[in-house]
Structures are given as structure tokens and as C-alpha cells.
């Protein structure tokens, strides 16, 4: 069960991008890092079925992602893309309301329920005070967080977030990350996320897988690969290791 990726290849524009990518996830929050070009981005995409491989396959709970039905996938994943794009003008309950439509019959208007779960992850993420307001114009973190409530009230079992805080400020960074590990801790979601810093990836991440160039350099336990070596090689930069009162380490480049 979760989601199962065999020998992945994948191409754009005639250019390889993903090489010969093989991970099995099953629950937990799985951050995915790796250099700018990595191929982080192109591997969620498509883990989510949006792309198609060259070659190999991703399953999800055994399914090829790509022979099932637009509503059933999204009942069991869903996308946090980057950089996304609204051209309208529906408020922030409205749109997070879209989320709920993988439930409902085509042209079935929403329930209490549905308006309810709606306000729910609007709480949650932080953004109550906006309901009523239009997307346009929302900040851009209040627009994240707004993707994000979305992608909550579809309560699929798979969470796919592709840089999802940043463009949040500190507290709603490690707001939104502990929202998703008391999602998973409570009900057992898978949670596949980007993410560039290397400090959230640690505290919040079990798994990570380590990219560079295509490839998965690593794959493990968050503290078997965050260690300076590994990634002074990936990141082919100098890193120091902070060991903070608590005991806990934070992991910053050596400022040149
Ligand atoms: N549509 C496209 N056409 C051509 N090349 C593309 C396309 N989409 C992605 N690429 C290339 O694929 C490579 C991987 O891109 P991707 O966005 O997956 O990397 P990433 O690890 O998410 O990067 P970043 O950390 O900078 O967001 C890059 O070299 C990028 O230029």
C-alpha cells in the first residue's frame, strides 16, 4: 500500500530529466531535497500522474497512477503544487470548498458537512479571517495556506506538497509542517514533500531522499542521511553542524 515507484525514467522536451527511480513509501512525511534542477519538482509531478514516464511506473496502493479516474485519484492523493495559479474571483471558502469535489456528483451543490470540513482546515491553517475574502489579492502566503486547506478537506490518504511553506513566515512554517505530522500521526497519511530547508526536513521529516542530478542519491532515515559529509557532497557546499541547548542539531552553509 502507499505509493510504489519502479524504475522510473522520465523525459521533457526530449531531455532526460528523472533516471531510473525506484521508492516505495508507505506512511509518514518523506521529505524530498536535493540541489535546484534536482528533479524534485518533476518526481512529485509524476508521482501525482500529471506526468507520464518514459518508462517504469508509480503505483498507488497497487494501481498504475495513471490508469485511474481523475475523482478516485484525487480521493487519494492530493497536490500541493508550486506556484499555483487561481484566474478568479471565488473567495477563500469557496475555493477551499473545490477541494471537497472529488466527493460530491457532478453539479451537487456542498453539504453542511462539506462547509464545515471547509472551515475546518480555513481554522487550521490559519486563515478564518479571510474566509469571505477574494483570492485576489491574497498574499502570497496566505494564498499558500489557502492551497493548502484545499488540499485538506479532499482527506485523501496521500499528501503531495511541493514547497509548501515557502512563502510563509516562521510561525506558519512550522505551523503548517506540525499541522501535517498531527495529521499523520492521527490517521496514518502518507505525506511526500519538497522542501529546500534542510532544518524543517529534520525536525518534521522521517524518510528523506536525497537528489541530485535525476537521481536518488539517498534514501533512509531522516538522521542516517542529514549528515555533513552526505551533503556537503550533493550540495557541494561547506556545512556546519549546531548543536542547540536542547540537544537538537541545525544544519546552516559556512558563509563565504
Ligand atoms: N518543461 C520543461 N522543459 C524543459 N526542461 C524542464 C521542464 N521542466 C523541468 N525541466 C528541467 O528539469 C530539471 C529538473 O527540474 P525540477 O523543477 O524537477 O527540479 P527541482 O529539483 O524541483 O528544482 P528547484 O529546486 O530549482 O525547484 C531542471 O533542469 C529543469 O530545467
Given at each position: 500500500m502507499g505509493i510504489s515507484i519502479r524504475n522510473l525514467n522520465c523525459t521533457i522536451n526530449e531531455t532526460p530529466i528523472l533516471h531510473d527511480i525506484s521508492l516505495d513509501f508507505t506512511s509518514g512525511m518523506v521529505g524530498i531535497i536535493g540541489p535546484n534542477g534536482a528533479g524534485k519538482t518533476t518526481l512529485l509531478r509524476t508521482i501525482s500522474g500529471y506526468l507520464k514516464?518514459?518508462?517504469g511506473s508509480v503505483e498507488i496502493d497497487g494501481i498504475d497512477v495513471r490508469k485511474i479516474d481523475v475523482k478516485s485519484l484525487a480521493k487519494k492523493m492530493a497536490l500541493v503544487p508550486q506556484?499555483?495559479?487561481?484566474?478568479?474571483?471565488?473567495?477563500?471558502l469557496e475555493t477551499v470548498l473545490m477541494g471537497r469535489n472529488p466527493h460530491k456528483k457532478t453539479f451537487e451543490s456542498e453539504s453542511a458537512e462539506d462547509i464545515r470540513l471547509a472551515r475546518e482546515a480555513i481554522a487550521k491553517t490559519g486563515i478564518a479571517h479571510l474566509e469571505n475574502r477574494s483570492v485576489i489579492g491574497l498574499s502570497g502566503g496566505e494564498w499558500q495556506r489557502m492551497i493548502i486547506a484545499r488540499a485538506l478537506v479532499q482527506q485523501s490518504n496521500i499528501l503531495l506538497l511541493d514547497e509548501p511553506v515557502s512563502n510563509l513566515d516562521i510561525k506558519h512554517q512550522v505551523g503548517i509542517l506540525a499541522l501535517v505530522r498531527d495529521?499523520?500521526?492521527?490517521?496514518?497519511?502518507?505525506?511526500?514533500?519538497?522542501?529546500?530547508?534542510?532544518?524543517l526536513a529534520s525536525h518534521y521529516c522521517d524518510q528523506i531522499v536525497l537528489m541530485k542530478k535525476g537521481r536518488v542519491i539517498e534514501y533512509g532515515r531522516?538522521?542516517?542521511?542529514?549528515?555533513?559529509?552526505?551533503?556537503?557532497?550533493?550540495?557541494?557546499?561547506?556545512?556546519c553542524m549546531i548543536r542547540a541547548e536542547d540537544g537538537s542539531t541545525y544544519i546552516l552553509p559556512e558563509m563565504i
Open positions: 514516464p518514459e518508462s506556484n499555483y495559479a487561481l484566474e478568479y474571483d471565488f473567495t477563500v495529521l499523520i500521526a492521527g490517521s496514518g497519511l502518507l505525506c511526500v514533500c519538497v522542501l529546500h530547508d534542510l532544518n531522516t538522521e542516517d542521511i542529514l549528515k555533513k559529509d552526505i551533503l556537503e557532497a550533493v550540495y557541494d557546499t561547506k556545512i
